[in-house]
């Protein structure tokens, strides 16, 4: 997780560098002009930092532009449109790369991710700091007990010994996002 955000901040590094700009935030040097990413991308193929390869570099700018331009609003967009189908298809994709690109996850939460939308999960993906952290599955209330039940089977059928620590609940969404008074 650590060189994965690392990486980020080599980016906008190599960005500083190359065009003298002041920008502290990825975000902020990709909509610094229509054509700001193309100019990242060619000063990446040249980037060497030191700790990161300019193909380590490129490679996380992808991860960052699939997920901040083309899955984050659009699956909430289906999420606040009750669209579970494509939150589910736009969740498998964030996951995928998760796995392509950010190089954050291990056998054990991919299989997850996997095996709960086998088990009928609307949507699933790994979270937390990575290498290790956890899956959310998205199902219906009604039938959670037998949800729980397969997709610990199928997970202790793939994966015995990690199965034994792992620990499969349900629990009811929190509040969307909001900012805190005062």
Known sequence: Y??????????????RQATGGEEVYLADVLAGGPDATDRLRQILQEAEDGSFTGAELAQRLEHFIAENE????????ALAAGDLEGFGRLVDRSQELTDS?????????V???????ECGAAAASAFGAGFGGSVW?????????AFLEAWAARYAAVYPEAASRARFFTTQAGPAAFEPEG
Do not use: K
């Open 111 to 117: 299989a997850l991710a996997r095996l709960a939308r």
């Open 70 to 77: 083309e899955i984050i609003v659009p699956a909430g967009d």
């Open 101 to 109: 690109l950010l190089g954050n996850q291990v056998p054990e939460t």
């Open 137 to 145: 599955a998205l199902i219906e209330e009604e039938g959670s007990a």
């Open 2 to 15: 650590n060189r994965a955000s690392l990486r980020v901040g080599g980016i906008v590094e190599a960005w």
